[in-house]
């Protein structure tokens, strides 16, 4: 995901809300990103919400100048029903949340919106991605490198015994927000492009993993792939600019 990108779709959740006052607000999936936008609006109050130890500590880094005596980063799982119990938020992000559940609670995805409705009191804004490594081999060079790295990282992660993220598509979040007690008010669509950040960064991670690999040959093998692919994802970012594959969306919902 692109700086860019992050920063279109926090620029059409700040037109969606208006002149709407953002009041109590919960980053329910927190991260670098999503924590430098929320401690830079008008709130009078965040929680920010992570059930990784060390994206707590990056998400502390990122705003340590901006926190203010009310506003808390919180270690805990929506998988447990006493986190935040009794709390009430106006203005509820869940961005690139629902993603990143099966690395942390797997199958909890589909309770993910009613965990969520207790807390809420006024806006709901659900950030996504949709899904790219689970379709058929795509037409364009860039969405067929895109989808290809996609799965090479995936497949790296699980022979790493790590959980690789699984994206939902928004038809999907719609309908689940509205079972969850919502209507929802707006679905929007963003085009990616992705630059050598993402590539860099997707190849990367697959390092420490094929590291602790036993088989050698094989992740030898596996490094050399994310070479190659590395090496043609740069090459075409060279030539077009960008990879242009990919879309994320903004889903914004209020409480029945
Ligand atoms: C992809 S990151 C979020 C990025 C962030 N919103 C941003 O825009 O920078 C996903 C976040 O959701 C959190 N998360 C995933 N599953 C969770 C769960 N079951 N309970 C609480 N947090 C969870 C992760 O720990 C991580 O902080």
Redesign the pocket.
Same mark, same amino acid.
């Given at each position: 995901m692109t700086e860019r990108k992050?920063s279109a779709l926090f620029r059409y959740i700040e037109r969606l809300q208006g002149e709407r006052p953002w009041g109590a607000m919960l980053?329910?999936?927190?991260?670098?990103? %999503?924590?430098r936008w929320v401690a830079g609006l008008a709130t009078e109050r965040w929680t920010a919400?992570?059930? %990784?130890a060390g994206?707590a500590d990056r998400a502390r880094d990122a705003i340590k100048d901006a926190q203010r005596p009310q506003d808390r980063i919180v270690l805990?799982?929506?998988?447990d029903a006493g986190l935040l119990k009794g709390e009430l938020y106006d203005t509820v992000?869940a961005?690139?949340?629902l993603?990143?559940?099966e690395?942390? %609670?797997p199958y909890?995805q589909s309770y993910l919106f009613a965990r969520l409705r207790p807390v809420t009191r006024g806006a709901l804004y659900v950030?996504g991605l949709e899904p790219y490594v689970p379709t058929a081999r795509p037409e364009t060079r860039a969405e067929r490198l895109v989808w290809e790295i996609g799965r090479f990282r995936d497949a790296c992660m699980l022979l790493a015994g790590n959980m690789p993220y699984r994206e939902y598509p928004a038809p999907w979040v719609v309908d689940h927000v509205q079972r969850a007690g919502f209507t929802v008010r707006n679905v929007k669509h963003f085009a990616i492009g992705y630059k050598e950040g993402f590539v860099n960064a997707q190849i990367d991670m697959c390092a420490p993993g094929l590291e602790k690999l036993a088989d050698r040959a094989l992740a030898q093998a596996l490094t050399e792939r994310g070479e190659a692919l590395r090496a043609e994802a740069l090459d075409l970012i060279g030539e077009e600019g960008a990879l242009r594959a990919c879309r994320n969306y903004v889903v914004a919902a209020e409480p029945v």
């Amino acid at each position: 995901m692109t700086e860019r990108k992050h920063s279109a779709l926090f620029r059409y959740i700040e037109r969606l809300q208006g002149e709407r006052p953002w009041g109590a607000m919960l980053d329910a999936g927190t991260g670098v990103n %999503s924590i430098r936008w929320v401690a830079g609006l008008a709130t009078e109050r965040w929680t920010a919400v992570t059930c %990784s130890a060390g994206e707590a500590d990056r998400a502390r880094d990122a705003i340590k100048d901006a926190q203010r005596p009310q506003d808390r980063i919180v270690l805990g799982n929506w998988a447990d029903a006493g986190l935040l119990k009794g709390e009430l938020y106006d203005t509820v992000l869940a961005g690139y949340l629902l993603g990143a559940i099966e690395g942390f %609670s797997p199958y909890f995805q589909s309770y993910l919106f009613a965990r969520l409705r207790p807390v809420t009191r006024g806006a709901l804004y659900v950030t996504g991605l949709e899904p790219y490594v689970p379709t058929a081999r795509p037409e364009t060079r860039a969405e067929r490198l895109v989808w290809e790295i996609g799965r090479f990282r995936d497949a790296c992660m699980l022979l790493a015994g790590n959980m690789p993220y699984r994206e939902y598509p928004a038809p999907w979040v719609v309908d689940h927000v509205q079972r969850a007690g919502f209507t929802v008010r707006n679905v929007k669509h963003f085009a990616i492009g992705y630059k050598e950040g993402f590539v860099n960064a997707q190849i990367d991670m697959c390092a420490p993993g094929l590291e602790k690999l036993a088989d050698r040959a094989l992740a030898q093998a596996l490094t050399e792939r994310g070479e190659a692919l590395r090496a043609e994802a740069l090459d075409l970012i060279g030539e077009e600019g960008a990879l242009r594959a990919c879309r994320n969306y903004v889903v914004a919902a209020e409480p029945v």
